[in-house]
């Protein structure tokens, strides 16, 4: 068996030693959604209780301190199951899932929750795991370890953006560049860029290229504030970047009625809105979404300026 499958049968077997893993995955089968449209596509919405933990996690570093590393192996339930990959990182189950099929992939020892030099392992991944899309989100954007680097991977077919990558409706190339395709969204209610290409290295400088660029916009915070999707297709990858420039909305702040519990993480930026209360899922409409995209994704003309800076 690949990479792929071995992790296909992992959340299959936990499943029948694991409770909580049992539970949630059977739980999920029964989760409500719903589909908002848009000028065009849509977005989906999951009422999903078991990932309150998540969404109203406390990501400050006093917190955090506090807290013992749900990712550290010595921390892990004892049913948890992995399988190592590269020498550096645990693929685990995921047993709070958002996808039939999720995993967490937390690396093997303890460092911050940073991008930068962990890129091209983002892409390797991808590759081995190419049944799933993978994702990454700093660790102001939706990251409940920020302490810890982790990617996470859903299985392919769930995500909107997959599907409205494949119509090539909302995108166009800004630039080719050393077989790298660098495509801007527009009229996608949210800041995105893709890069595409079969060329690793190649892909990597690109990144770190739009990373610096970035980083120069938000120079008081440890990484530009980001989200991240990868996956692997036809021995492409494809990378869809999400620049932010708020963690949390001020819908997420709000008391009584005016209140939505939406912390936006990288499945949200692509269009798989999480709710863990039922009256969020029942009033989340797209006006909602369209102000709390609005908020949290880094302005037009700043995404002008660093795509002429990086792309000219
Ligand atoms: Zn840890």
Redesign the pocket.
């Known amino acids: 068996m690949n990479i792929s499958e071995q992790a296909r049968q992992l959340i299959i077997d936990q499943q029948g030693e694991w409770e909580l893993a049992r539970k949630n995955y059977a739980g999920l089968k029964k989760v409500k959604t719903k589909k908002l449209a848009f000028d065009g596509y849509d977005m989906m919405v999951q009422f999903n209780p078991e990932r309150i933990v998540s969404s109203s996690a406390k990501t400050d570093s006093k917190s955090i301190q506090a807290r013992a590393?749900f990712?550290?192996q010595s921390?892990l339930p004892k049913e948890q199951r992995d399988i190592p990959v590269m020498d550096k990182y645990m693929i685990l189950v995921n047993p709070f899932p958002i996808f039939s099929e999720h995993l967490t992939i937390?690396s093997i020892d303890?460092p911050d929750q940073l991008i930068a030099a962990n890129f091209g392992d983002m892409l390797e991944l991808a590759r081995l795991l190419d049944d799933f899309t993978i994702f990454y989100n700093g660790p102001k954007c939706g990251a409940s370890?920020p302490?810890?680097l982790h990617f996470q991977a859903g299985v392919k077919g769930h995500i909107p953006i997959e599907n409205d990558y494949k119509k090539g409706s909302f995108f166009h190339e800004v630039k080719s560049k050393n077989g790298v395709a660098i495509s801007r969204w527009h009229g996608y209610a949210r800041t995105v860029l893709t890069l595409s290409g079969s060329d690793k290295e190649q892909l990597v400088t690109t990144f770190y290229q739009l990373y610096t660029a970035l980083e120069k916009e938000q120079p008081y915070e440890k990484e530009p504030m980001l989200n991240l999707l990868a996956s692997f297709e036809n021995s492409q990858w494809i990378v869809h970047v999400f620049p932010r420039k708020l963690h949390r909305p001020w819908q997420y702040f709000e008391e009584g009625e005016k209140q939505i519990l939406l912390s936006p993480g990288a499945a949200d930026m692509a269009g798989l809105l999480i709710t863990p209360r039922e009256e969020d899922f029942n009033k989340l409409a797209p006006m909602d979404l369209e102000s709390i995209f609005e908020q949290v994704c880094l302005e037009k003309e700043v995404m002008d300026r660093v795509i002429t800076q990086v792309f000219g």
């Open positions: 590393c990712l550290c921390n937390p303890h370890a302490d810890h």
